[in-house]
């Protein structure tokens, strides 16, 4: 029986070993790839524990999530033969899940060294050779970014699918010392001009300024002045109409009045044409004569009454006393 036992310990012990070695554990992020024998299997798993045989199956962990490969270093000879070396290039790259199992199998789960470290190198060492030092360090720089990811993508299209450039960063190139103190002097000398040059449209901007606000002022005083003159013109007109009102009022007024005089004339000619009659004058006659205080003897007094004129009375008999006191 203690054999028995020893047996049955030993199967479990054994046992227990190798489901601890075939036992293994993928990431989050990550997709397990297996080899056999030296040949990728067909199979692939996600994250989580799996199992597989032990000593003759190897597992590979290959990430999925987002990734920066960098490539440190890269050596670069110019179009004129200057060699320049680039201290670091990062490519940001994404594989997809589902094409884990084709990349792995056409370049090994050490893809990114084929598809990213090596077209890094070849792609930069193309352009480097078909440009000059100048172009490269300075006025095509900003666009090596650019052309590399393009380049880059346009490759791994062209062998496979599922492999996705997010993003490219170049550093600037590393350049011969004397090279480069050259540059640095020139850059100085650039950025000499390039502020006496912003001095320059900075004093134009201000006279630009000061002569704006000069017209501004005079645009501003020109038509205060005519809004004065077309102000002085309405008070001047405004008076004038004052004026000819004041006119034509007292033109009417004084009219009225010459009217008023005319016809109280007229009425008052008429009302004399209508008293003057004979009997009215008559009577005027008989009126002044008792009021008269004076007695006249003689034998004319009776013609006196009697005598028929149109005159006015009064004088009538002033003439006749008169006549009477030469008489006497």
């Keep these: 029986m203690s054999g028995v036992a020893a047996v049955v310990v030993l199967t479990c012990a054994v046992g227990s070993v190798m489901v601890a070695i075939s036992l293994h554990k993928i990431d989050e992020g990550h997709a397990g790839v297996y080899y056999r024998g030296g040949a990728l299997l067909d199979t692939t798993s996600g994250p989580g524990f799996h199992l597989m045989i032990p000593f003759i199956t190897t597992v590979y962990s290959v990430q999925t999530t987002l990734q920066t490969d960098e490539v440190k270093n890269v050596p670069c000879g110019t179009s004129g033969g200057v060699m320049i070396y680039f201290d670091r290039v990062e490519v940001v790259n994404i594989l997809d899940p589902d094409n884990v199992h084709q990349i792995v199998k056409k370049f090994t789960a050490d893809y990114d060294k084929t598809l990213i470290f090596n077209k890094v190198h070849h792609e930069l060492n193309q352009f480097c050779s078909s440009h000059s030092l100048q172009e490269v360090y300075i006025e095509l720089f900003d666009q090596i970014d650019e052309n590399l990811k393009k380049a880059l993508q346009e490759d791994i299209d062209h062998m496979s699918k599922g492999l996705s450039v997010q993003a490219v960063r170049v550093t600037k190139p590393k350049i011969p010392e004397s090279i480069r103190k050259n540059y640095e002097l020139m850059e100085a ?88 009659t004979p009997e009215y004058l008559e009577m005027l006659r008989y009126q002044a004569l008792t009021t008269n205080t004076k007695l006249y003897f003689g034998p004319n007094i009776p013609r006196l009454f009697m005598k028929e004129t149109t005159d006015a009375v009064v004088p009538v008999a002033a003439a006749a006393s008169n006549e009477q006191e030469n008489r006497y």
């Design 189 to 276: 000398e650039k950025t000499k001009l390039m502020i006496a040059t912003q001095k320059q449209k900075v004093i134009e901007k201000e006279a630009e300024t000061e002569r704006r606000k000069a017209v501004i002022e005079a645009e501003k005083q020109a038509e205060v002045s005519q809004i004065q003159f077309e102000q002085k013109i309405m008070e001047k007109e405004s008076l004038k109409k004052i004026s000819e009102i004041g006119d034509s009022t007292e033109l009417a007024r004084v009219k009225m009045q010459a009217d008023g005089r005319l016809y109280a004339a007229e009425q008052e000619a008429t009302a004399n044409k209508l008293k003057l």
